[in-house]
């Protein structure tokens, strides 16, 4: 193993789900991982549909940190205009593809690949079709057709289609769940608990966006969190307060949707900060631990959304005087990393310093695979221990999971009702735990908003 170079700071997360699946090597796993590969195809929908290229991004971006094996796109034209709201220099959807690291090629897919298409009806057994409407979205599979009526385009439903589809196609390629693809799979934005299939359970057209929003925490949910709203705006910009105090590592870019490749050394804040700011986000950064004593100030956003690894800091987001904070966290293990609990406070149900208040800090994730990997060499053994702690995250999972957070920040100014907790499972998303059925009042007043 040591001619892998193997450190805490550049061990690959979503290995781990490959090495305990496998109950193989670190270095098998990530053959594995190299031999990954996703096909992408799109219908002519795509050119007119900002729903679908949002989605088709997400796909490209969260593909090539599993796929290793590459992630190619076939696009009905060389060039296709961006109808998305961000654009960095005005190219075509082809030549972002192609910066993002997609592979444009003419091949189609052969019954073997594992495909996600976009306008297209199911190839095979091993492909599935994103679909969105308004605030549905879902993923068809070739043996389950399923048709929905088509409303009109909100970014944030393809992009949980988009990630919810490489999800299902990583789960089954990989062999963690090989029913993955056997049905069609879907969610309602606007009414998590309810069929996604029946247009009554769509949202409305959306009027209004948050004027200022606090991320807090700038791991793979923030960076997803920050992805995601970025469709949601075009000339007008929201104000952006960045907190974090971590330094990116090597081992992140596996889920950071904002990271490149030789990001490794620098604060989060300023690559995010960076990122932002291409897209005309006025930004501000504060790099210090959320804790007690962090209050926010009379101008300063109202809303936060939290992404923290940590319970040490989430059960202090009610003292902090934000009126509205939407908070995610996910599984680590291998039969529960697609697993997403999200917290929206204040609450008529619950209380942040209730919930993580008794929470020990110390991991309770075991990766035993892991850990017998290293014990012929006691430098290595201290090394396992460590990395047999570290937490399966993903960037489709994050991806998702952003899709759902933003639609609750969405629906405090649109007239949504609001969800104390949302509970769900990819691998069984049929089944959730949705706990609130109020209306969104005043929560999101006092921090303005921007028209749409």
């Not at 220099?89 to 495909?115: F, H, Q, R, W």
């Not at 062999?175 to 606007?190: C, E, V, Y």
């Amino acid at each position: 193993m040591k001619d892998l170079n193997i450190s805490e700071n550049n061990f690959n997360r979503l290995a781990i789900a490959i090495m305990q699946n496998y109950n193989c090597s670190y270095k098998k796993a990530l053959e594995l991982l190299g031999s990954f590969k996703l096909k992408i195809v799109c219908g002519e929908e795509i050119r007119e549909s900002p729903s679908l290229q949002a989605g088709l991004l997400t796909a490209i971006n969260c593909g090539k940190r599993a796929f290793h094996g590459g992630v190619d796109v076939n696009l009905p034209d060389q060039n296709i205009p961006l109808c998305i709201k961000w654009n960095t220099e005005g190219k075509s959807l082809n030549d972002i593809i192609v910066a993002m690291g997609g592979i444009l090629t003419n091949k189609k897919p052969t019954n073997k690949d594992y495909v996600l298409s976009f306008g297209i009806k199911p190839y095979n057994d091993n492909s599935l079709q994103v679909i969105s409407s308004g605030w549905r979205s879902g993923v068809i599979s070739l043996n389950d057709p399923v048709a929905i009526d088509k409303n009109f385009d909100f970014e944030l439903a393809g992009i949980a289609g988009a990630s919810l589809g490489v999800a299902k196609l990583f789960l089954k390629i990989s062999g963690i769940d090989i029913t993955a693809l056997d049905k069609s799979n879907g969610i309602s934005l606007w009414r998590t608990n309810k069929d996604w299939r029946k247009s009554k359970y769509d949202g409305p057209r959306v009027n209004y966006l948050p004027k200022n929003i606090w991320i807090l925490g700038l791991g793979h949910l923030g960076q997803a969190y920050i992805w995601s709203l970025s469709f949601l705006y075009r000339e007008s910009k929201p104000s952006i307060l960045l907190q974090d105090y971590d330094t990116i590592e090597e081992a992140n870019y596996g889920a950071g949707l904002l990271l490149d490749n030789d990001d490794e050394g620098s604060r989060k804040t300023r690559k995010t900060a960076e990122w932002l700011e291409k897209r005309q986000f006025p930004v501000t950064i504060t790099e210090r631990k959320f804790d007690e004593n962090t209050k926010r100030t009379l101008e300063e956003p109202y809303i936060a959304l939290c992404g923290f690894d940590s319970a040490s800091s989430r059960k202090y987001l009610e003292n902090a005087g934000f009126d509205l904070v939407v908070e995610a966290g996910l599984g680590g293990e291998l039969s529960d990393f697609d697993n997403i609990h999200i917290h929206t406070f204040p609450s008529t149900n619950y209380k942040a310093s209730n919930i993580w208040s008794n929470i020990d800090e110390q991991s309770s994730i075991h990766h035993e695979v892991v850990e017998k990997e290293f014990v012929n060499d006691n430098v290595c053994g201290i090394l396992g221990q460590t990395l047999s702690n570290k937490a399966i995250s993903t960037s489709f999972i994050g991806a998702f999971t952003s899709s759902l957070v933003l639609a609750e920040l969405v629906k405090s100014l649109n007239d949504g009702i609001k969800s104390d907790f949302i509970g769900l499972k990819i691998r069984s998303l049929n089944h959730k735990s949705i706990i609130g059925d109020n209306r969104y009042n005043t929560q999101a007043t006092r921090n303005g908003f921007i028209e749409v």
